[in-house]
């Protein structure tokens, strides 16, 4: 099936670190969502991408869709504790009924 | 007010047994999901309905079987539990809408499902 390449696969930074993290893909997307997961909680969105080099922002949070339309990144800027968590990239393909996820991002802060 | 509830949280039984989890929206959405998270944090699509219609089926053994009453409400019951069936279920609902916008998926709280 899709796939979508997310990186890295976990991360280690200091509080107040800032963070990035990317999803690439082989085939173009029409959308792209973040998603961030708590333990013990469903996936809750973040931010949606909707063209191709759209650059939105929620909060500390960056997000923006790649020219090509087949990458996104996701920055996070002065990372807090309550970032801690998987941070998962979803791309819909034009005309698809589904989201495909990217493998997740782990995020751990030290204080 | 919870937007997608599922229950129970935790299930643990024993294989071969047959267990069902129960999915409620009130979000007023017309498509609901069930994803299926393996220890690796994978999250894959099982099953997607469309007001009360299936239509996703992603290659999910029959012994899994969704079913829908009303559009606020999706159910999965599973018949002989295995033990590769342990895993996190989460329901979700969405509301579709141009197909150039997307869809945005809201997520239940996940079903930890332990079969020993």
């Known amino acids: 099936g899709q796939q979508l390449n997310q990186s890295p696969q976990s991360m280690f930074i200091q509080e107040g670190e800032d963070v990035s993290m990317n999803c690439t893909s082989s085939?173009?997307?029409?959308?792209w969502l973040w998603y961030k997961q708590d333990p013990g909680e469903g996936p809750v969105l973040l931010i949606a991408l909707y063209k191709a080099g759209e650059l939105t922002s929620n909060g500390r949070l960056t997000a923006q869709f790649g020219i090509t339309r087949k990458d996104s990144f996701l920055n996070i800027s002065a990372s807090i504790p309550s970032d801690v968590g998987i941070y998962f990239c979803a791309g819909q393909l034009k005309g698809a009924q589904k989201l495909v996820f990217g493998q997740g991002t782990r995020l751990t802060i030290n204080p | 007010d919870t937007a997608v509830s599922q229950t129970p949280k935790y299930l643990v039984t024993q294989m071969g047994n047959d267990k069902s989890i129960k999915c409620e929206q009130n979000?007023?959405?017309?498509?609901m999901y069930w994803y299926k998270q393996d220890s690796k944090k994978f999250l894959k699509i099982m099953f997607s309905?469309?007001?009360?219609?299936?239509?996703i089926n992603e290659t999910v053994p029959n012994r899994f079987s969704p079913k829908s009453p009303d559009k606020a409400h999706l159910n999965l019951h599973i018949n002989s539990l295995e033990l590769g069936d342990s895993a996190v279920y989460f329901c979700a609902s969405s509301q579709p809408g141009y197909t150039t916008m997307g869809e945005k998926l809201f997520f239940g709280s996940g079903t930890q499902l332990s079969v020993l």
């Open positions: 979000l007023g959405h017309d498509t």
């Open positions: 309905y469309n007001n009360k219609e299936l239509i």
């Open positions: 085939s173009i997307f029409n959308t």
